[in-house]
């Protein structure tokens, strides 16, 4: 990769570098904080005993987050990296009852089709980035509004480019407006950023600049008939 352009590269199918990459991005306070705003998002939503997806589930770390503190919830974790589901099963054995993980493609796998239970929340953190480009987290993003029930939330914390940088960033880091636009043309309602976190415009490092993005499903609501 051309290290001008704020990014980086993964190899999460090799065991010893997802290992490694877990073991090192333990997440910090200001992570936990996006963690908590997810958190606080999916219990006004939701009824306590729906099923959240998590795309990207990685190591774990926010699949326990929201595990611990809703009881009554079904998760189900996406990740395309074997070593990163063994390293989250690991993690969150406590709550094999509740949990299912799921190895998929998210652009190319119809995993959107594959559920047994409606799905009250679609949720990742820190992942879809990693598709590279606009072109597949649009499809992620459609793939998503398909797999919600009506009503359900859309919740995307991840990296992007800030607004008036004049540094170059990976394909999949791109400004919250595309963002919102793309969710817009999906037919999501009042997609927006509700909060933008390590915002660093000057002199970034591929951890920082990242955002949360919501987004709601459609609710079809059924036309009643009129007596007169």
Request: proline residues 4%; aromatic residues 10%; negative net charge.
């Amino acid at each position: 990769m051309n290290k001008n352009v704020i990014g980086a590269d993964h190899e999460f199918h090799d065991e010893s570098f997802a290992q490694g990459w877990a073991d090192r991005f333990v997440p910090t306070p200001e992570r936990i904080s996006l963690f908590n705003l997810i958190l606080s998002e999916i219990q006004c939503t939701v009824k306590t005993d729906s099923c959240v997806v998590e795309l990207g589930i990685g190591p774990g770390y926010l699949a326990n987050h929201i595990l611990s503190a809703m009881p009554n919830i079904n998760y189900i974790g996406i990740d395309f990296s074997q070593p990163m589901l063994a390293i989250a099963s690991k993690r969150l054995r406590q709550y094999s009852k509740r949990l299912a993980l799921v190895w998929a493609d998210l652009i190319h796998d119809n995993w959107q089709s594959n559920f047994n239970q409606p799905i009250h929340a679609v949720i990742s953190t820190w992942a879809l980035h990693d598709l590279g480009t606009q072109g597949n987290i649009f499809t992620v993003y459609d793939k998503s509004y398909q797999a919600l029930t009506e009503g359900g939330i859309f919740l995307n914390g991840d990296f992007i480019k800030p607004d008036k940088t004049n540094h170059a960033f990976e394909g999949g880091r791109f400004e919250t407006g595309k963002h919102i636009e793309m969710l817009n043309k999906i037919g999501f309602i009042n997609p927006t950023c509700i909060e933008l976190f390590e915002i660093e415009k000057n002199n970034p490092t591929p951890a920082q600049n990242y955002a949360c993005l919501k987004a709601i499903k459609f609710v079809l609501v059924a036309k009643q008939a009129i007596h007169i």
